[in-house]
């Protein structure tokens, strides 16, 4: 596992306090390395300095010793250092380099380094130096000049008041030098010390402050995690644990508001319960409440095609009562006027004709009657039987008929004879044929063609047989856009007074209700061909199904 892993099984008060103190301990480190740094070269800086000092004050006193050679005074000089700790070791020598007086013992055979040391002074070279038993010294070189009046023949005898260019000349002679070395081990013991006292205050400084942290911590973690104890438990399901906050804070606001949300939550499970107690009774109640709506949207849809069939109806009754009536009449009236002696087999024959003629025309009423009485029938139950499709097509033409004769648009059947019968509601399926014809009607113009044709689809492995029907105008077509909204409840493209918008989106619950498909391809400016599909088996209806709406089976396929 990683660190970002076992990071996150920290606890709360944890993830708080160890980050602060890592911020905390690396601030301090730092700040204390920087200063005790700064210190220690201060301390090193100061030793040098007064080294130069010392150095440079000897080499001006040692001028006389040096030229004569005066171990006694050069001795003198050199004890003063004597009572300077860091001073190690001290040495005056001549130009040739042979030490005239010396303090302490030096050996430059154990140095281990020696590196150059800038100190802004040009007459002395300083060094640092760093023995093999890693002792620290600081060297430093100064020379020992003397000053000499330069006399020439030019100036001999001329006093220096007259002309200033002309009065005596001085120069400077190096007669020998002076090594100082310096032992930094009492500066480094203070720097340690130092390092020490600061090492020591930063981890008080530390402890200290983690302890705050942690009381701190404490202080905001404990009553999260009586709320995480108490969430525990209402996630089990019990809700009798609130949470004892008396804080004023933001957690003491949580703390209120998670109280509040258990007594919400008993309030809705309570709710809930007594709900789950009448769930079924609801059930019940909703379905046959649903089933009521679907009979009353159904049997709305049909009278509201009926209303637009009644005229051609009329139409379609006038002219064969007109027939009946006309021959009735004519039939009485010979029979009135002709006695039975002077009646031949002709006139009889003449007779027969008329009757026939209208038992015939009586006959076709009743079929239009029938047929109208069975479309606007209403039944709240859906009952399922075997039915002829090319049967009820049949049916549905004699109610539209004479619209379709009176917009000048001409029908078309290609029916297949050999059509198996199917599991169907009759009066369903006429309804959403009726509807088709007359959609397709709506979108035709004059002089155009509506065609209907059925062909069977045969049974291939687990499907069984579907019976097909077209519905082919040539009208306006539908645009892309509308193609997936057309089985909408209440959508609709005629004007307003033409249409509801329920045709479609009930047609389409029909089918679905029994168990086929109806599909839409349509082209603008073209016409449209609507394909509906109905299985030959017989469809099993189980109390689902039969509780199912039709009007909330709108979901629809790729094909529309």
């Known amino acids: 596992m990683n660190l970002l892993g076992k990071i996150k099984n920290y606890s709360l008060r944890t993830k708080f306090v160890l980050p602060v103190a890592a911020m905390l301990i690396f601030a301090t480190l730092s700040t204390s390395g920087y200063l005790i740094n700064r210190q220690a070269d201060s301390f090193r800086r100061e030793l040098q300095t007064s080294g130069v000092t010392m150095i440079r004050i000897i080499a001006m006193n040692a001028e006389s010793g040096v030229l004569f050679e005066s171990k006694y005074e050069l001795d003198e000089l050199l004890n003063i250092l004597n009572q300077f700790d860091a001073v190690t070791y001290a040495a005056i020598a001549n130009k040739e380099g042979t030490v005239l007086s010396q303090i302490g013992q030096w050996h430059e055979r154990h140095l281990k380094e020696k590196k150059i040391i800038e100190i802004g002074d040009s007459k002395c070279r300083s060094y640092y130096i760093e023995s093999s038993s890693s002792d620290e010294y600081i060297e430093l070189n100064y020379p020992v000049v003397s000053r000499k009046e330069k006399l020439t023949r030019e100036n001999l005898g001329i006093t220096a008041g007259i002309d200033r260019s002309l009065a005596s000349q001085y120069v400077t002679e190096e007669i020998g030098s002076i090594k100082l070395i310096l032992s930094l081990k009492k500066v480094n ?49 019990d809700l009798s644990r609130k949470v004892d906050i ?16 258990i007594e919400s939550l008993k309030q ?20 046959l409440e649903l089933e009521q709506a679907q009979a009353q949207l159904i049997q709305s849809e049909k009278m509201s095609a009926i209303g637009q069939l009644a005229a051609g109806v009329a139409h379609e ?45 009586a006959r076709r009423c009743k079929s239009i009657v029938q047929n109208l009485l069975r479309f606007s029938r209403a039944s709240h139950i859906t009952e399922f039987e075997e039915i002829d499709i090319n049967k009820i097509l049949k049916d549905t033409i004699t109610f539209v008929e004479h619209q379709l004769h009176m917009n000048q648009i001409e029908l078309k059947l290609e029916l297949d004879p050999n059509l198996p019968a ?99 391809d349509s082209i603008p400016g073209k016409g449209t061909t609507f394909s509906v599909i109905l299985p030959v088996q017989k469809l099993t209806q189980d109390t689902d199904n039969q509780d199912k709406q039709i009007f909330t089976a709108y979901s629809r396929d790729s094909n529309g």
Do not use: W
Request: charged residues 20%; proline residues 3%; contains cysteine.
């Open 422 to 520: 199917i599991h169907g509601n009759a009066g369903q399926l006429q309804q959403v044929f009726t509807n088709l014809v007359i959609n397709a009607m709506h979108a035709s113009p004059p002089e155009s063609e509506i065609k209907i044709s059925s062909r069977y689809s045969p049974a291939v492995g687990e499907f069984g047989g579907a019976v097909e029907l077209l519905f082919v105008d040539q009208g306006t077509g539908i645009e892309p856009e509308n193609i997936k909204k057309i089985f909408e409840p209440f959508f609709t493209t005629k004007e307003v007074g033409k249409g509801t918008g329920l045709g479609l989106s009930v047609s389409y619950g029909i089918i679905k209700s029994h168990g086929g498909e109806i599909r839409v």
């Open 317 to 361: 009754l006038n002219n064969p009562l007109g027939g009946i009536l006309g021959y009735s009449q004519f039939a009485l009236e010979k029979m009135r006027k002709n006695i039975s002696e002077k009646t031949d087999s002709k006139d009889i024959n003449r007779y027969c004709r008329y009757l026939a003629d209208i038992e015939s025309q």
């Open 189 to 237: 013991k203070s720097i340690a010390e130092a390092q020490q006292t600061a090492i020591l205050l930063m981890l008080v400084v530390l402890a200290l402050t983690i302890l705050m942290l942690t009381f701190f911590a404490r202080a905001v973690t404990e009553p999260i995690k009586l709320l995480v104890q108490a969430t525990d438990l209402v996630s089990r399901g």
């Open 268 to 287: 809705s499970r309570n709710e809930i319960e007594e709900y789950n107690r009448t769930l079924e009774q609801k059930i019940v109640e909703r379905t």
């Open 246 to 261: 008396t804080h004023h804070d933001e957690i003491g606001h949580l703390a209120n508001t998670f109280n509040k949300m």
